[in-house]
Nanobody, 118 residues
Framework: VQLQASGGGLVQAGGSLRLTCAAS????????MGWFRQAPGKEREFVAR????????DYADSVKGRFTTSRDNAKNTGYLQMNSLKPEDTAVYYC????????????WGQGTLVTVSS
């Protein structure tokens, strides 16, 4: 499986961005699509995930109510809609294919940079 993340950019605080992660190579039905981020000088952290089959979602507390993850089965593409962005959301965002039981990542996208200015 190859994951291609896109949609990052520079946005002012309070603004919105939508990240896209296109999966190719095999069906994603047995995975979660996860979103992670890594800010400068910090470790990578979990942001959100969606179970490809069924659509159940989970979010980090820091983004609940502001970020929404979704997917388009037909396009094999996942999305992360980010609203009310804050400067502390600045990071490189990665999508990943997570095993449904262990939630370990089998696949990673290349990352897309989100910069939120104050």
């Amino acid at each position: 499986v190859q994951l291609q993340a896109s949609g990052g950019g520079l946005v002012q605080a309070g603004g919105s961005l939508r990240l896209t992660c296109a999966a190719s190579g095999r069906t994603f039905s047995s995975y979660y699509m996860g979103w992670f981020r890594q800010a400068p000088g910090k470790e990578r952290e979990f942001v959100a995930r969606i179970r490809w089959s069924g659509g159940s979602t989970d979010y980090a507390d820091s983004v609940k109510g502001r970020f929404t993850t979704s997917r388009d089965n037909a396009k094999n593409t996942g999305y992360l809609q980010m609203n009310s962005l804050k400067p502390e959301d600045t990071a490189v965002y990665y999508c990943a294919g997570l095993r449904t039981i262990t939630l370990s990542a089998d696949y990673w996208g290349q990352g897309t940079l989100v910069t939120v200015s104050s």
